[in-house]
Structure formats: structure tokens, C-alpha cells
């Protein structure tokens, strides 16, 4: 296991609706990053965090937001939700950001249906 | 064009065959490159990094191709926990550059008795 947790495991929301989604890294990690994954597809970035600051940010509205706190923990926001956001999201956690070849460890995702 | 392409596959196998999956990407910026595996509805998780020289992890071997931007992933001796689908993975962590990971759409592999 990777040691990198989400929650919750999955979640139901009416077009609209806000949500709120969480991670806790991988131990001794400071980097998270978030995908969004639709069925069939690979994973899209959709931002990363660095020591609490977002540090890039993949082709996604301002809606989508996010938070890393002090222990590197992060949520994903999303607000007035559309159909097509419909998605397993992902967050990856990795050790340093700006070395070469570093590598993400993912958790068991959210999987989010929104009707 | 997509930044990462995969084979579209899927590809059916019997155990022990061996199968390659090929992958192409677009940006000569990329560092990083690296294979995951994703089993049905579970997040991906990292089979291999690719270096520059190649290389091999048990019936696993890999290999990068710089100048062609091509990467390839060999599965010898396929065994039925092999089934899954699998992504090609770029990256241009390095500087001042964020650590994005770009997917492929993914192959689909299935390993029959």
C-alpha cells in the first residue's frame, strides 16, 4: 500500500452542490498533486500543492480549488457542480517537486457521481 | 494530438505469452517517464520508472527512446494477476518545472488460461 488515504471512498451530489474532498499524504511527503479520472479515460492534472502553496495547475475552471494544510494533508473543492464532473478523483503524494524524476504514489481515489 | 499516445489495444493473451505495449509522446520538454498499472475501478499504481538506458524488473523490461520521444513496456511470461490496464506516464518535473504527470488513455491487457 501506498500509505495515501482519501475520503470519502465514494459521494453522490445533485448538480449545484458544492463538495469537499480529502487526502492525507504518504508519510514524509510534502507534495500533493490531484487528478481527475472520467471512465475510459487516463488521469487529468488538475493542481498540485507544495508546502501549502499551489504550484501549477492543470486545464480546470476556478471551481475547482484547493487547500494543503501544515502536515501536507489537502482537500479538493468543487463548486456548482455539473454533470460532466462525474469522476474518480485522485491525489497523488511524492516526495519532492523540481527533482529529476520523481515519482507519485496515488490513493484508492473518490469516486464522485453527480446527478 | 494528445501528448501521450498509447496502442488502443486491448490485447487478449494466453498465459505465458509475451506482449510489448508501445507509447509516443509529444513533448521533447519531458523528463520523466514511467509506467503504471490500474486494476478495474482502483487508482493506478507505479510498476516501473523508464530511464534512458532501459530497464528490467523480473519479466518487466522497459525502454525509452529519446530521440524518437517512444516508450515501451515488455510483459514476458504473462500471468493472469498481469490483466489490467496499463499507462504510459511523461513528466517535465525538473528546474522550476511542477512535477504534472501526463497519461496515456491507457491499454487494456487480459491474460486468458
Known amino acids: 500500500e501506498t500509505g495515501v488515504t482519501q475520503s470519502p471512498t465514494h459521494l453522490i451530489k445533485t448538480r449545484g452542490q458544492q463538495v469537499t474532498l480529502r487526502c492525507s499524504s504518504q508519510s514524509g511527503h510534502n507534495t500533493v498533486s490531484w487528478y481527475q479520472q472520467a471512465l475510459g479515460q487516463g488521469p487529468q492534472f488538475i493542481f498540485q500543492?507544495?508546502?501549502?502553496?499551489?504550484?501549477g495547475r492543470g486545464n480546470f475552471p476556478p471551481r475547482f480549488s484547493g487547500l494543503q494544510f501544515p502536515n501536507y494533508s489537502s482537500e479538493l473543492n468543487v463548486n456548482a457542480l455539473e454533470l460532466d464532473d462525474s469522476a474518480l478523483y485522485l491525489c497523488?503524494?511524492?516526495?519532492?517537486?523540481?527533482?529529476?524524476?520523481?515519482?507519485?504514489?496515488f490513493g484508492p481515489g473518490t469516486r464522485l457521481t453527480v446527478t | 494530438r494528445k501528448e501521450v499516445e498509447q496502442d488502443p489495444g486491448p490485447f487478449n493473451v494466453p498465459e505465458g505469452a509475451t506482449v510489448a505495449f508501445n507509447c509516443t509522446y509529444s513533448?521533447?520538454?519531458?523528463?520523466?517517464f514511467f509506467w503504471y498499472r490500474q486494476d478495474c475501478r482502483k487508482e493506478p499504481k507505479l510498476l516501473m520508472s523508464?530511464?534512458?538506458s532501459g530497464n528490467e524488473d523480473g519479466r518487466f523490461t522497459a525502454q525509452l527512446n529519446r530521440a524518437s520521444q517512444y516508450i515501451s513496456l515488455l510483459i514476458r511470461d504473462s500471468k493472469l494477476s498481469d490483466s489490467a490496464t496499463y499507462l504510459c506516464?511523461?513528466?517535465?518535473?525538473?528546474?522550476?518545472?511542477?512535477?504534472?504527470?501526463?497519461f496515456g488513455q491507457g491499454t487494456i491487457l487480459t491474460v486468458h488460461p
Open positions: 500543492y507544495y508546502r501549502e502553496e499551489e504550484n
Open positions: 523508464v530511464y534512458s
Open positions: 513533448n521533447s520538454a519531458s523528463q520523466s
Open positions: 506516464v511523461v513528466s517535465r518535473a525538473g528546474g522550476t518545472s511542477y512535477g504534472k504527470l501526463t
Open positions: 497523488a503524494s511524492s516526495l519532492e517537486v523540481g527533482s529529476r524524476g520523481y515519482e507519485q504514489y
